[in-house]
T-cell receptor, first 114, second 114 residues
Framework: NAGVMQNPRHLVRRRGQEARLRCSPM?????VYWYRQLPEEGLKFMVY????????ESGMPKERFSAEFPKEGPSILRIQQVVRGDSAAYFC????????????FGEGSRLTVL | AQSVSQHNHHVILSEAASLELGCNYS??????LFWYVQYPGQHLQLLLK??????LVKGIKGFEAEFIKSKFSFNLRKPSVQWSDTAEYFC????????????FGTGTRLQVTL
């Protein structure tokens, strides 16, 4: 049973470009969470999605960031017009149901903006 | 909004020493509490969790944590650490019934020397 798969593991972008991070949850999991970890900080919640629905996006910056979890395919975190401050590790996690409390994490995608 | 404090940012211990990592949270209602561990080069994984019942929780690899409601604390302990326990440890909390949207502390980096 494969775990949460994230790709790419490392992504380098220049300022103004777009970054797309993908996350395939564990088999049987329909709840996906995205977290961001800035240097020397803990993981910060960004967004919680179920298939085709954004449930909670209270942690998402208001501009340039978007997320989706289509009916088919992985969840995608999209960052438009990246800036240096977007450099961080982005972690995806999944869970089988809403209130188990336990999240299964991917290995993260490290974004570097030059 | 809830918050989590981990006061020890970096801890260095010799093998066989006892470990206690502090975790305090702020939230007025009932919470679920978690400790996650991230070994070098790996994804975060659940170490142990507390939902209700016995406040002394036992997890994997000999770790345990005690929930002290009056102190808003959930400290992690291990009687005798091993070199393989070298990792980063994250405490997390979510209010009961609010899905799996976790609030994380900033993490404690544990280094165990031989």
């Amino acid at each position: 049973n494969a775990g949460v798969m994230q790709n790419p593991r490392h992504l380098v972008r220049r300022r103004g470009q777009e970054a797309r991070l993908r996350c395939s949850p564990m088999k049987g999991h329909s709840h996906v969470y995205w977290y961001r970890q800035l240097p020397e900080e803990g993981l910060k919640f960004m967004v919680y999605l179920q298939k085709e629905n954004i449930i909670d996006e209270s942690g998402m910056p208001k501009e340039r960031f978007s997320a989706e979890f289509p009916k088919e395919g992985p969840s995608i975190l999209r960052i438009q017009q990246v800036v240096r401050g977007d450099s961080a590790a982005y972690f995806c996690a999944s869970s089988p149901s809403q209130n188990t409390g336990e999240l299964f994490f991917g290995e993260g995608s490290r974004l570097t903006v030059l | 909004a809830q918050s989590v404090s981990q006061h020890n940012h970096h801890v260095i211990l010799s093998e066989a020493a006892s470990l206690e990592l502090g975790c305090n949270y702020s939230y007025g209602g009932t919470v679920n509490l978690f400790w996650y561990v991230q070994y070098p080069g790996q994804h975060l994984q659940l170490l142990l969790k507390y939902f209700s019942g016995d406040p002394l929780v036992k997890g994997i690899k000999g770790f345990e944590a005690e929930f002290i409601k009056s102190k808003f604390s959930f400290n992690l302990r291990k009687p005798s650490v091993q070199w393989s326990d070298t990792a980063e440890y994250f405490c997390a909390v979510n209010p009961t019934g609010t899905a799996s949207k976790l609030t994380f502390g900033t993490g404690t980096r544990l280094q165990v020397t031989l």
